[in-house]
């Protein structure tokens, strides 16, 4: 499966934003999907997570209340909507895939196997 995540951008702090993940391939309801991000220097840190059917969702406590992950299968793509942003969430965000048949939702890298290219947010003062 190939992701190609869009829609990051400059935008003020307190504002929102709202990130896309398109996924290639096929049994895309079958796979959890997950969104983490990236600051130079840092490990990848989990983000949100959504289950293959989208029943079930997990976050990061930093973002929890703000931050929504969804999901459109039929058009085999994920979102997060990003809410109330803060300066610490100036990031570069990826979206990754479970395998085929692995719909749970999971929290750690290593358990996806997918992975787009970052998408950067920059929140401004």
């Known amino acids: 499966v190939q992701l190609q995540a869009s829609g990051g951008g400059l935008v003020q702090a307190g504002g929102s934003l709202r990130i896309s993940c398109a996924a290639s391939?096929?049994?895309?309801?079958?796979?959890?999907m997950g969104w983490f991000r990236q600051a130079p220097g840092k490990e990848r840190e989990f983000v949100a997570g959504?289950?293959?059917?989208?029943?079930?969702?997990s976050y990061a406590d930093s973002v929890k209340g703000r931050f929504t992950i969804s999901r459109d299968n039929a058009k085999n793509t994920v979102y997060l909507q990003m809410n109330s942003l803060k300066q610490e969430d100036t990031v570069a965000y990826y979206c990754?895939?479970?395998?085929?048949?692995?719909?749970?939702?999971?929290?750690?890298?290593?358990?996806?196997?997918?992975w787009g290219q970052g998408t950067l947010v920059t929140v401004s003062s």
């Open positions: 990754a895939a479970r395998r085929p048949e692995q719909p749970m939702v999971v929290i750690t890298t290593d358990r996806y196997d997918y």
């Open positions: 391939g096929r049994a895309f309801t079958s796979r959890a």
């Open positions: 959504i289950s293959g059917s989208a029943t079930s969702t």
